[in-house]
């Protein structure tokens, strides 16, 4: 393979700069039978750096998942590697389908690294899908941190993310497995032209001529990186100066808030709103436009009011109406409820349940001076439940001896 690059090599160095602090000793590793993720297995144990598992997500979109799924299954095993398959059948039909599908992709993905105690997860991310990404998003009209591509490295939901093949190409491989002997599936909708990244990927051929070719996007990826880093630090530094938190909500200071420049003022409206909403990516630039400027706006689950002094960022009551867990569980993936310890063995055995307090649950708490946040910020708080009755609402100030904490919460950067 004289001239071939040593993709071993490469997987190493990506992972040497991936996790320079410590090599994480436990890693998932997400495989969909095609060539990209299959190298990213085969790689993962050549490299020998962590003890793997594999998992495939099956969307049930086609009929040939299911066998794609086995397929890796056989080859994890061949290999000696854990294998479980991950089904999602949450697609009613309505909406971005590839963008519900990579969500879920993402979620189950995160709850089964959390469940096996992984330290993080491998994604088969490649050089071809770095420029695919950055044309879309050239298409679509993004700023810098659309054009800064998909980041290498990222941290949500309590895990590390890896992309250790970012660097290398498609081809390259593909080459690789080949000469390995090992096999790997093509998805058809790979070739589906209804899909923006399959229309992207076919012009990248026709573009390269002008110049725009996949080493010319990749270079403003990492450019765009560059320059995000710098704008997160001046957000970084206004944040320090401008937010206040309270009891879950986020308030800026109106007047620091609006002297900013406008860059720094949309970064930290979307951290505030993808914060509370516990959403991994920021609303569309046009709503974010609009939402900063109204008296009031709802946008990605949030509820967003404006007095002279401050910009409040709040939960949205309709966005966690329905939404229950049981006594125990973190609620709304932020908060934590801490129960009297001579209450807790009840609750438990009761099947006491957290929900939103809502205008019912409020009207139940009368006492104003107990009154944490404002009422429209409470209607959208935790509460304690046993089934219709109202046990307990800490921020509401019923039920002294119950606690409400907010948990860490992390979004992806990029």
């Known amino acids: 393979m004289a001239g071939k690059p040593d993709l071993l090599a490469h997987f190493a160095q990506a992972m040497a700069r991936l996790a320079p602090e410590s090599r994480p000793a436990r890693l998932g590793v997400a495989v969909s039978g095609g060539s990209d993720s299959m190298a990213l297995m085969a790689l993962a144990l050549r490299w020998g750096g962590a003890k793997l598992q594999v998992a495939t997500v099956d969307h049930g979109l086609r009929p040939e998942a299911g066998a794609e799924a086995q397929t890796v299954a056989k080859a994890a095993a061949q290999l000696g590697l854990p294998h479980i398959t991950l089904r999602w059948q949450g697609w009613e039909g309505r909406g971005n389908l590839q963008d519900a599908a990579r969500q879920a992709r993402r979620q189950l993905l995160a709850d089964w690294a959390r469940s096996e105690g992984l330290d993080g997860v491998l994604l088969g991310h490649t050089r071809d899908d770095q420029a695919e990404t950055v044309l879309m998003r050239l298409a679509r009209g993004s700023g810098v941190d659309g054009l800064a591509g998909m980041p290498a490295r990222f941290g949500t939901q309590g895990l590390h993310w890896f992309r250790p093949l970012l660097e290398m190409t498609r081809t390259d491989l593909r080459d690789w497995l080949s000469a390995q002997g090992l096999h790997w599936a093509d998805d058809p909708s790979n070739e589906n032209p209804d899909f923006d990244r399959v229309k992207a990927r076919q012009l990248r051929a026709q573009l390269a001529p002008l110049g725009l070719s996949d080493t010319r996007l990749v270079e403003t990826a990492a450019r765009m990186a560059e320059a995000r880093q710098v704008l997160e630090l001046a957000a970084d530094a206004a944040q320090a100066r401008l937010r206040q938190n309270q009891h879950g909500d986020i308030l800026l200071d109106a007047t620091g808030f609006d002297a900013l420049p406008e860059d720094t003022r949309h970064r930290l409206f979307a951290r505030g709103l993808c914060e509370i909403s516990s959403a ?57 409820i801490t129960a009297p310890p001579h209450t807790l063995a009840q609750g438990l055995n009761q099947g006491f349940h957290i929900a939103a307090l809502g205008e019912a649950g409020l009207a139940l708490c009368p006492d104003r001076a107990g009154w944490l946040l404002p009422r429209q910020s409470l209607l959208a708080s935790p509460a304690i439940w046993n089934e219709s009755e109202l046990v307990a609402a800490p921020l509401a100030g019923l039920g002294p001896d119950w606690h409400a904490s907010l948990c860490q919460t992390d979004t992806e950067a990029g």
Do not use: F, N
Not at 290 to 310: E, F, K, Q
């Open 280 to 336: 991994p990516y920021r609303p569309r630039m046009k709503a974010l436009r609009a939402a900063l400027v109204a008296p009031r706006a709802t946008l990605h689950g949030c509820l967003i009011t404006r007095s002279a002094d401050s910009v409040r960022i709040t939960r949205e009551a309709q966005a966690v109406a329905g939404r229950r867990v049981q006594l125990g569980q973190i609620w709304d993936k932020r908060w934590q």
